[in-house]
């Protein structure tokens, strides 16, 4: 089993305008990393100066991963992580 | 005492209801506070109130004034009937993919709506409402958005009064909107309980609703303290509506789209602690009831069909 990632369409052009893509990591960080090696320039769309990017929400189970440890937050095979736009109520 | 000199006087207090059938164990309990019991039917009403208020002390409002506020509907609503009793009038901008319901509501409290975009969310009826107040000099804007005022009502209602009528809470988990409920409760109970767990549930919509937002442009409320919640949820419509009706079946609580998602949450938190072993007592807010959500299918038909309906619909 692999890890599901949603792309919001905002970022589709990364990923050949697929809605749902597989990565694969025990963390976020990883999750992103192996992103980015096959959808080149997620990563810089998402991560700035090590940090999530300030409109970027993105959640394992549902969970906010701010509150789980942010970039280092434990990923297992079979989660789900969402990428979303911030809306109302954003991280600050 | 259940006797009021008039409508206004009768908010908040309301009740903590109990929910054994929901609740995971005897340990982990799991409680409703019933937001719905307010003058208008819904939380709104205290932060509405409030800020109405709050204008009127420091003189930015006084009667025959126009106040202006982006509303997604249940906060125009309350500022409304406050409006219609204190001789005010109300011009409300509004997502166009809210219920009828609350479009007939605000329109039989002789409120004037001004509709923005379905694509844009609330964050454009907050832009253009901004547009709208620089071209109407005289029109109060209350901005619940960033009105301290708004905190401010949970912080001296919501909060105390979860505290006084539970004071083992443990967790206090609301929706994520304005930020007002989370932000001015969520202080309160840290402020007097600093293990409390605060917990956020912000609705997840279909692609219409985030289609075309760009990462540059997010709107994070003024008043949001990210160092008052400990934990955020985002709960999709699925999720959300099985949710709300799960609370009516197994409760008898009629309550809103909004009420699902954040009992999704609250589950969630509850379910973390029976598998830690630990005690607790979550709280969670029944935001509005479902009345207002009828015409949109959210109790008709199978939850496939109902998600189906509501996708592009803005439901908190």
């Given at each position: 089993m692999a890890i599901t990632v949603s792309i919001p369409t905002i970022l589709r052009t990364h990923t050949g305008g697929e809605k749902s893509v597989e990565a694969s990591g025990a963390t976020l960080a990883e999750v992103i990393d192996s992103l980015e090696s096959n959808h080149g320039g997620l990563k810089a769309r998402l991560v700035k100066d090590g940090t999530l990017h300030r409109f970027v929400n993105i959640y394992v189970n549902d969970e906010d991963v701010r509150f789980a440890g942010g970039l280092e937050a434990k990923v297992a095979d079979g989660d789900n992580v969402t990428i979303l736009p911030a809306v109302a109520g954003g991280s600050r | 005492m259940a006797r009021y000199d008039s409508l206004l006087d009768a908010l908040g207090d309301t009740p903590l209801i109990g929910l054994p059938r929901l609740s995971p164990s005897p340990t982990v309990r799991l409680w409703a506070k019933?937001?719905?019991?307010?003058p208008t039917g819904s939380i709104k009403d205290r932060p509405a109130l409030a800020m109405i208020e709050a204008a009127e002390r420091d003189g930015t409002?006084?009667?025959?004034c126009t106040i202006l506020e982006p509303t997604s509907g249940n906060t125009g609503i309350s500022l409304a009937m406050a409006a219609k009793l204190k001789g005010y009038g109300l011009v409300c901008v509004m997502p166009e993919n809210t219920s009828t319901e609350r479009k007939q509501l605000l329109q039989a409290y002789g409120a004037r709506i001004v509709f923005s975009p379905a694509a844009g969310g609330s964050n454009q009826a907050v832009a253009m409402a901004k547009e709208l107040a620089k071209q109407n000099a005289d029109w109060v804007m209350l901005y619940q958005y960033g009105n301290p005022a708004n905190a401010q009502a949970h912080y001296n209602g919501t909060g105390p009064e979860i505290l006084r009528d539970l004071p083992e809470v443990t967790h206090f988990v609301a929706g994520l909107g304005t930020t007002g409920t989370l932000v001015g409760a969520g202080r309160y109970l840290r402020e007097h309980k600093p293990e409390v767990q605060i917990i956020a549930a912000e609705p997840r919509y279909g692609e219409l609703v985030y289609g075309l937002r760009n990462l540059d442009e997010g709107f994070v409320p003024e008043?949001?303290?990210?160092?008052?919640?400990t934990g955020r949820y985002s709960v999709g419509s699925y999720d959300a509506l099985r949710r709300t009706r799960q609370l009516l079946e197994t409760e008898g609580i009629f309550a809103g789209i909004s009420t699902g998602a954040i009992l999704h949450a609250a589950l969630a938190a509850a379910e973390k602690s029976a598998a830690a072993g630990k005690r607790a007592d979550v709280v969670f807010v029944v935001a509005d009831a479902g009345w207002k959500y009828l015409s949109t299918g959210a109790y008709s038909g199978t939850l496939d069909e109902a998600a189906a309906r509501m996708d592009g619909h803005l439901w908190a």
């Open positions: - | 019933l937001e719905d019991r307010n409002l006084w009667p025959g008043l949001y303290d990210p160092d008052v919640l």
